[in-house]
């Protein structure tokens, strides 16, 4: 009886959120009924919370979104005007109200209740097959010899849920191989949100109309600077391709972002003026930036940014987010914005990763395993022992600037991979840990030297609620300087 209760209060709350969209769409040529509805979605966000919502934060967050002229309202206010309604509507429900708000409140719960880490989001991996042979991506050497069916897919998602997690991304590989299968799971699970990273060299406008009508797919598109860096290590012709879908995915009023890997070669160009405003003008609104990471024996760890480099990095992305910035667009550093979610974040602690062969990793760039999801439920995978050992050991450092057990604090990713007996998972080109490591020895060392000096130097976001092994740390009020959005 219990479950059925929640299950329609849970119904019954999406359908309210439902309505006030409903309102919000319908009335966005009046600016002062467009506030309106900010204010009572902020409202309404804060009743859901309950007790665990900050009353100065909601304060600050209810008088934010009444000023339509501060640099983040305007920036929502363009991504609403050039979105398709349909799209919107089921973007803001999915990704809004099931993942941010349902989503988490029901993950905070199954943490406590099952003592291990449960995600916010999970990666998978459709397919390993990829039309491309990028420089130093270990992808391109597996070939086509693996791929998840549509019924692990299926119960990928259908366990996710259980946990409260309702947003999916999938890499590979190229996921758009098997899009015909990612169609007919998005439709299914028409309350979550999937999003894609892609190459994008098969998007067209049939793809592309039929994301807008199911309203619940995203894509980040890989894109790294100018035509020149981006082609000298994706290929000739990539960065066309690249521009040809972002212009496709705008006509259909598609909400896209980027995913960029940044490497000593090509960081100026990817974080230039010019690269940002291109970005903004093609109708791409927000951005994953990834550190390249040495893994897998084809890599190149040349191309791995000096520390200097990586130092210049963090005020950059910094700045573009800053109140300051003219640039509309949001990009985000997985390796240097660790001070907004408490360190690492894999191991389930807020996402992990399923490649195309089923085996459960705890993060993309760590190819090591204990769990399959063709065997092992997905609460089985988060209980399994590596990943209890992430759980136990996170944060791998109270700098937050080294977050990583693998590029900043190697010695930790040995142990626990020995230590739990996980074998390694590389399909094509097996890596032993050790083998892994002695790459990123030297890095971590002269990097951490570069991060303290930066840390002890600032001072630092601090998030209301983190979760670290059964304990919830309630943090000090936040720095004066911190928009409230990011808590």
């Given at each position: 009886?219990?479950?059925?209760?929640?299950?329609?209060?849970?119904?019954?709350?999406?359908?309210?959120?439902?309505?006030?969209?409903?309102?919000?769409?319908?009335?966005?040529?009046?600016?002062?009924?467009?506030?309106?509805?900010?204010?009572?979605?902020?409202?309404?966000?804060?009743?859901?919370?309950?007790?665990?919502?900050?009353?100065?934060?909601?304060a600050k967050v209810r008088e934010y979104v009444q000023n339509p002229n501060n640099r983040w309202m305007r920036?929502?206010?363009?991504?609403?005007?050039?979105?398709?309604?349909?799209?919107?509507?089921?973007?803001?429900?999915?990704?809004?109200?099931?993942?941010?708000?349902?989503?988490?409140?029901?993950?905070?719960?199954?943490?406590?209740?099952?003592?291990?880490?449960?995600?916010?989001?999970?990666?998978?991996?459709?397919?390993?097959?990829?039309?491309?042979?990028?420089?130093?991506?270990?992808?391109?050497?597996?070939?086509?010899?693996?791929?998840?069916?549509?019924?692990?897919?299926?119960?990928?998602?259908?366990?996710?849920?259980?946990?409260?997690?309702?947003?999916?991304?999938?890499?590979?590989?190229?996921?758009?191989?098997?899009?015909?299968?990612?169609?007919?799971?998005?439709?299914?699970?028409?309350?979550?949100?999937?999003?894609?990273?892609?190459?994008?060299?098969?998007?067209?406008?049939?793809?592309?109309?039929?994301?807008?009508?199911?309203?619940?797919?995203?894509?980040?598109?890989?894109?790294?600077?100018?035509?020149?860096?981006?082609?000298?290590?994706?290929?000739?012709?990539?960065?066309?391709?690249?521009?040809?879908?972002?212009?496709?995915?705008?006509?259909?009023?598609?909400?896209?972002?980027?995913?960029?890997?940044?490497?000593?070669?090509?960081?100026?160009?990817?974080?230039?003026?010019?690269?940002?405003?291109?970005?903004?003008?093609?109708?791409?609104?927000?951005?994953?930036?990834?550190?390249?990471?040495?893994?897998?024996?084809?890599?190149?760890?040349?191309?791995?940014?000096?520390?200097?480099?990586?130092?210049?990095?963090?005020?950059?992305?910094?700045?573009?987010?800053?109140?300051?910035?003219?640039?509309?667009?949001?990009?985000?550093?997985?390796?240097?914005?660790?001070?907004?979610?408490?360190?690492?974040?894999?191991?389930?602690?807020?996402?992990?990763?399923?490649?195309?062969?089923?085996?459960?990793?705890?993060?993309?760039?760590?190819?090591?395993?204990?769990?399959?999801i063709k065997n092992s439920s997905i609460l089985e995978i988060l209980r399994s022992p590596l990943f209890m050992?992430?759980?136990?050991?996170?944060?791998?450092?109270?700098?937050?600037?080294?977050?990583?057990?693998?590029?900043?604090?190697?010695?930790?990713?040995?142990?626990?991979?020995?230590?739990?007996?996980?074998?390694?998972?590389?399909?094509?080109?097996?890596?032993?840990?050790?083998?892994?490591?002695?790459?990123?020895?030297?890095?971590?060392?002269?990097?951490?030297?570069?991060?303290?000096?930066?840390?002890?130097?600032?001072?630092?976001?601090?998030?209301?609620?983190?979760?670290?092994?059964?304990?919830?740390?309630?943090?000090?009020?936040?720095?004066?300087?911190?928009?409230?959005?990011?808590?």
């Amino acid at each position: 009886m219990k479950s059925v209760t929640y299950s329609i209060s849970h119904s019954m709350q999406r359908k309210a959120f439902s309505v006030l969209i409903d309102k919000f769409l319908k009335n966005l040529d009046s600016q002062e009924d467009r506030t309106k509805i900010y204010v009572k979605l902020v409202d309404e966000a804060a009743k859901f919370y309950g007790k665990n919502a900050s009353a100065e934060n909601i304060a600050k967050v209810r008088e934010y979104v009444q000023n339509p002229n501060n640099r983040w309202m305007r920036f929502i206010n363009r991504i609403v005007d050039e979105t398709d309604p349909h799209y919107a509507k089921m973007m803001l429900l999915n990704l809004g109200y099931e993942a941010f708000f349902h989503g988490t409140k029901t993950i905070r719960k199954n943490r406590e209740k099952y003592h291990c880490n449960i995600p916010w989001l999970i990666l998978f991996d459709p397919t390993m097959a990829c039309n491309l042979k990028c420089k130093g991506c270990w992808s391109g050497t597996y070939g086509h010899k693996a791929s998840l069916s549509f019924e692990e897919m299926d119960k990928i998602v259908s366990e996710g849920k259980e946990l409260g997690v309702y947003l999916y991304m999938m890499t590979g590989g190229e996921p758009t191989v098997r899009m015909k299968d990612i169609f007919k799971l998005a439709q299914k699970h028409n309350d979550c949100f999937f999003g894609l990273y892609s190459n994008s060299t098969l998007i067209n406008d049939e793809m592309a109309e039929k994301v807008r009508e199911l309203g619940n797919i995203t894509f980040m598109l890989s894109i790294e600077g100018t035509e020149k860096t981006n082609d000298d290590r994706r290929g000739n012709g990539h960065y066309q391709a690249a521009m040809n879908a972002m212009d496709c995915l705008k006509r259909h009023g598609i909400v896209f972002g980027t995913s960029i890997c940044y490497t000593r070669s090509n960081i100026e160009a990817v974080t230039s003026d010019e690269f940002f405003h291109l970005l903004e003008e093609k109708g791409a609104r927000f951005g994953f930036y990834f550190h390249y990471m040495p893994v897998g024996t084809n890599a190149t760890p040349e191309l791995m940014p000096t520390v200097e480099q990586r130092r210049i990095m963090i005020d950059r992305i910094r700045q573009v987010r800053g109140e300051d910035s003219e640039i509309e667009f949001y990009p985000m550093d997985f390796q240097n914005d660790g001070e907004f979610v408490g360190g690492c974040i894999a191991g389930g602690r807020n996402y992990f990763h399923i490649n195309s062969n089923g085996d459960a990793e705890p993060c993309v760039f760590i190819h090591y395993s204990n769990a399959n999801i063709k065997n092992s439920s997905i609460l089985e995978i988060l209980r399994s022992p590596l990943f209890m050992a992430y759980y136990k050991n996170q944060p791998f450092n109270k700098n937050h600037l080294r977050p990583c057990p693998m590029l900043e604090n190697p010695s930790y990713l040995r142990r626990m991979v020995k230590e739990t007996g996980a074998h390694q998972t590389n399909m094509e080109s097996p890596e032993e840990v050790d083998h892994l490591c002695e790459k990123c020895d030297a890095y971590s060392k002269e990097w951490g030297v570069v991060a303290d000096e930066i840390w002890n130097s600032r001072p630092h976001h601090v998030n209301k609620y983190e979760y670290y092994c059964d304990k919830e740390t309630e943090s000090v009020d936040m720095n004066e300087h911190e928009v409230a959005f990011h808590g």
